[in-house]
């Protein structure tokens, strides 16, 4: 077999074969295929598209060329949970256990990211001695006594998706739904769950910034789970402004520790509520994606979900203390308040742009191998269709300098406010399965 053919026939529109897909993913993550040909072969991809089965073979390709994490040993079915990214979105946080409340098994491994803020990890760290590198057989063990444990990504899965997602990077290629579903899927796949829930989110904070294009990213990744024999569903959810109030990492523990007692955000326990049901169902743990919202409502009144954090603090060396005394987590110097110019109602806040802002503070990861600054963030005190008046407080800095004045001009800009009333948009807009 030779690339410059599968180069050619994909150039041409047509599909390849699952043996030829292999072959080139094989070849080109043992070097002996070189960057330009691949270059070739991923614009090739960008404007010819690829058939679902044609997915599903480059997905199941990049899980073959790494280590797939084997959860067999651990009980019951195994669901994993994934969001395309947004600002404030501390879910996993809360969904792990939540869910692992009513005896879903979550085995999670999370990433730290290069966000406006840290991943799950570095938010995870930010409760003292939390510990995210624990080798496989505590995992294994921890998720079948507690049902929950959430460790850092092995970094030998998947070494395809690394060489083509840094090559993709400097091809203007990494905008093409088939080379993005895959290069997530795979991933997801590759970690060893039985079955997935996604939440791809739409909105000015998020990679798909239109509905549309959101619908198709989670149809193709939905397509390539189940043709892979993993049972998955997606919702499409609102990032047109933070989910939840706090963006930050020890800001989005504390608020992840208050949904869990019932008394978190609206938007932010809803869209938990929905994945965590999907989760639970999926599970075999109910017989109803409404009786399975029942249960997870049941274990957040009872007090069970927040009994279930304390143990999972607790089993990663973590102090438990925190979930009743929040003010032990890491706490910025200052508290600088962000008063509104003028009067009227929210109509937008540019998830975005709060989350440059609470990056601007040090929250979140420039380079790789950056520090962040877990104390530091940005939490709001108002959300789209509320109303203000002039000099109303819209946001509250935590930062550990004093010069904020760039930091408050970049919040200031995020909201818009216009004097007619605003109908807000949909938390969740579609599941797709
Ligand atoms: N996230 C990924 O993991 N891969 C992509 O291609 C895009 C976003």
Redesign the pocket.
């Known amino acids: 077999m030779r690339m410059i053919d599968l180069i050619e026939k994909k150039r041409e529109g047509q599909s390849l074969t699952e043996g030829e897909i292999n072959y080139m993913i094989e070849q080109y993550t043992n070097d002996q295929i070189p960057d330009y040909q691949m270059a070739a072969m991923l614009m090739a991809i960008y404007f010819q598209d690829m058939s679902n089965e044609e997915r599903v073979y480059l997905t199941k390709a990049m899980v073959s060329s790494g280590e797939e994490i084997d959860l067999s040993a651990i009980d019951g079915i195994k669901v994993d949970k994934h969001s395309?990214?947004g600002v404030g979105d501390s879910t996993t946080l809360i969904l792990a256990p939540l869910v692992a409340s009513v005896g879903v098994p979550v085995a999670k491994m999370s990433g730290r990211g290069l966000g406006h803020t840290g991943g799950t990890l570095d938010k995870l760290e930010s409760i003292p001695g939390f510990n995210v590198e624990l080798d496989s057989s505590t995992f294994i063990n921890l998720v079948n006594k507690n049902k929950v444990s959430v460790i850092g990504q092995s970094g030998h899965l998947t070494p395809a998706?690394q060489k083509l997602?840094a090559l993709?990077d400097v091809t203007a290629t990494?905008n093409s739904i088939p080379?993005?579903a895959s290069?997530?899927m795979s991933?997801k796949i590759a970690s060893g769950a039985d079955a997935i829930v996604l939440d791809v989110k739409t909105g000015s904070g998020a990679?798909m910034k239109e509905l549309e294009d959101a619908k198709v990213l989670a149809q193709a990744m939905v397509d390539i789970g189940n043709g892979a024999g993993r049972k998955t569903i997606a919702l499409i959810s609102d990032m047109n402004q933070p989910l939840g109030y706090a963006v930050g990492n020890a800001l989005e523990i504390k608020e992840a520790i208050a949904t869990l007692k019932g008394e978190g955000p609206d938007d932010l326990t809803e869209l938990c509520l929905a994945l965590g049901s999907q989760m639970v169902y999926l599970a075999n743990q109910a017989e109803s994606i409404d009786q399975a919202r029942e249960k997870l409502l049941a274990t957040i009144e009872n007090g069970e979900a927040i009994g279930r954090l304390k143990i999972f603090i607790e089993s990663q060396g973590g102090d438990p203390r925190i979930v009743d005394q929040p003010e032990q987590l890491p706490i910025a110097t200052y508290q600088i308040e962000v008063k509104s110019t003028k009067a009227g109602y929210i109509s937008e806040i540019a998830a975005d742009q709060i989350g440059v802002a609470a990056s601007m503070l040090g929250a979140g990861r420039t380079t790789k191998d950056s520090d962040v600054d877990l104390a530091v963030g940005v939490v709001l005190r108002k959300k789209v269709s509320d109303y203000v008046n002039e000099q109303d407080t819209l946001a509250v800095i935590h930062s550990n300098q004093t010069e904020v004045a760039t930091v408050i001009e970049k919040i200031l800009h995020a909201f818009q406010i216009q004097d007619q009333e605003v109908t807000p948009k949909p938390l969740i807009y579609q599941t797709i399965s």
């Open positions: 395309t990214g998706d997602y993709r990494v080379l993005i290069s997530i991933k990679f």
